[in-house]
């Protein structure tokens, strides 16, 4: 009987195998080998995209448990191959120096698997509809991460946290992009600038109260991507300006005293650079199913291209990002890092995002191949199943079996999931409605000058 390296029983292997089939699908092989011509090196690309990705499956307490647990799966899924490196360090190290470049790599090849998985749900009534969110990471309170990430929560005493805002596609659930940054330097809308040229045509971008914004909903005309955000008491509308070619009732503007230049003559030369035409938006009045107000703007002027009960169904559709949100912080166990330094902090939540990423696409996957709604996958089940892949436990059926039957639970609650008191949760005020003025014969007869006359790079030449 032939010797079995490493104790591993041929079930084990089994299952490991399996793993890794259900992997190498969404990890490329051209910039992600698995060998290297250099003898010397241990960590290559593809490894050390696998050990992160496991690190954050893993149900360990700590970095080192977490690290110890992916490094035995990987050797496991290649019993063959040489052994990946012992020390901790030297995987840190490793992911420090390639672990962008493996990313950026990653993140453009799992977009096209988005598309691919998600092509019988790409779009909903002619939009392709992206959902866009933050949330805040807690990381531990080292000084080199008070002084890189700052300290939040007023008068300074909170820990240091990270912002990370992604995009996602509503219909399937499945990540797209995320950018991630100290709290104290960005915003949710900083960040989302940045990730708006990766958004397909024919996007329709879904946003709650706090994305709007005169520049952000001008970028997004410029580059005539449509959107429906959420709007509350603190954005100021003007109505009946004679801006657009036809109004109706529901036809508002953006247009801040400031980028009118009705300022102080020494706040106006000092925002000379922000002036701008008015946007010409909708504005959608709807009540939710307890009877309060919720206001939604879009640049999509037409009923017949978008009716207001269309806006509010898709919008309800991106109540799918608060469960991402609480899969990864909750059911994954990262709502807090463990690095103590700024740059393993950052690498760190960046690696929960792709391990988020890689969960999504697997369990996703195997639902549309069972003939299921790609919505259905549970990300608790699913990350059961994973683990006990990574660790070679017995299954009763195989891996695709098992994920394809992950599935949320159907019963119909009869009070809310949310905990009655929860003491850790702050309370929330929900948005109010903008407030929507006409405007004054001075606004009037600026709109008329920018109509005739348009200022270079305006909306309106």
Known sequence: ??????????????????????????????????????????????????????MVWSSGRTLMDRWAEARQAVVGIYPTRRRPGRSH???????????????????????????????????????????????????????????????SGRSNH??????????????SGLLWSWMRGPVKKNS??????????????????????????????????SQSSNFVMRVGSNVKLITKLGYAVHESKDTVYLWPLQ??????????????????PPLVLRLIRLTDAKGRPVCLLTNVLQRSRLS??????????????????RG??????????????????ASELDWAMAGLWMLQLISVKRMVDSGQLARRYS??????????????????RGLLTELSRAVKDEYHRQGPKAARNNMHKRPQTLPGQPVARMATHAEKQLAQRILNHPPPNSLAA
């Open 1 to 54: 009987m032939p010797r079995r390296r490493n104790g591993a029983s041929s079930g084990g292997r089994s299952y490991h195998s399996q793993l890794r089939q259900a992997m190498s699908q969404f990890l490329p092989h051209q910039g992600l080998p698995l060998l290297s011509d250099d003898g010397r090196v241990r960590w290559t690309s593809r490894l050390l995209a696998m050990v992160a990705i496991f």
């Open 89 to 151: 360090e030297g995987f840190s190290k490793a992911l420090a120096r390639h672990g962008a470049i493996i990313l950026a790599s990653l993140s453009n090849y799992w977009r096209s698997c988005v598309r691919r998985i998600a092509a019988g749900c790409w779009e909903e009534q002619g939009w392709v509809l992206f959902g866009v969110d933050g949330s805040n990471f807690e990381c531990p309170r080292t000084r080199a991460n008070e002084k890189t990430f700052g300290s």
């Open 158 to 171: 909170g820990g240091p946290q990270q912002l990370v805002t992604c995009l996602f596609h509503v219909t």
């Open 188 to 221: 949710e809308r900083r960040q989302l600038r940045q990730m708006l040229h990766l958004l397909p045509p024919n996007a329709m971008l879904l946003a709650d109260a706090g994305f709007h914004g005169y520049d952000l909903v001008r970028l997004l005309l």
């Open 259 to 276: 980028k009118q230049g009705r300022m102080s003559r020494r706040r106006r030369r000092k925002h000379a650079e922000t002036l701008g």
């Open 308 to 325: 207001d009960a269309a806006a509010a169904r898709m919008y309800r559709l991106r109540w799918g990002v608060e469960v991402m949100w």
């Open 328 to 345: 990864l912080k909750q059911t994954m166990g990262h709502y807090k890092m463990l690095s103590g330094s700024p740059e393993h902090a």
């Open 379 to 396: 990300p608790a089940s699913s990350l059961r199943v994973l683990r006990r892949a990574m660790n070679g436990q017995p299954q009763r």
